[in-house]
């Protein structure tokens, strides 16, 4: 299971940091991917972790905006978000795949999503 926790409603150029929980499997032999969803769009990846080699991925459009740690003692990893605009208005997702990849449908595990709301 996955929990995605730490949404809510913040200023444009606010930050916010959401938390993603993962329990009943190793933590460590997954990738953990955020993925985002605004209404009327498709799921979007916006950053994937390989907790297996330390690697990091981020969609360009957080590049440099939104960073990715982990706790393995806990099993959580977060994503640091900064300098929100209205583009980032969307319900956050973690998921987790034996490997990093683009694509939703190549992910196993889901978590229900947190809504992030950015007001201009």
């Known amino acids: 299971q996955l929990q995605a926790s730490g949404g809510g409603l913040v200023q444009a150029g606010g930050s916010l940091r959401l938390s993603c929980e993962a329990s009943?499997?190793?933590?460590?032999?997954?990738?953990i991917a955020w993925f985002r969803q605004a209404p009327g769009t498709e799921r979007d990846v916006v950053s994937c972790?390989?907790?297996?080699?330390?690697?990091?991925y981020y969609a360009d459009s957080v590049n440099d905006r939104f960073f990715v740690s982990s706790d393995a003692a806990k099993n959580t990893v977060f994503l640091q978000m900064h300098d929100l605009t209205h583009e980032d208005t969307a319900v956050y997702y973690c998921?987790?795949?034996?490997?990093?990849?683009?694509?939703?449908?190549?992910?196993?595990?889901w978590g229900l999503g947190t809504l992030v709301t950015v007001s201009s």
């Open positions: 998921a987790a795949a034996g490997r990093c990849s683009w694509l939703p449908h190549d992910y196993d595990y």
């Open positions: 009943g499997f190793i933590f460590e032999d997954f990738a």
């Open positions: 972790s390989s907790l297996r080699d330390g690697n990091v």
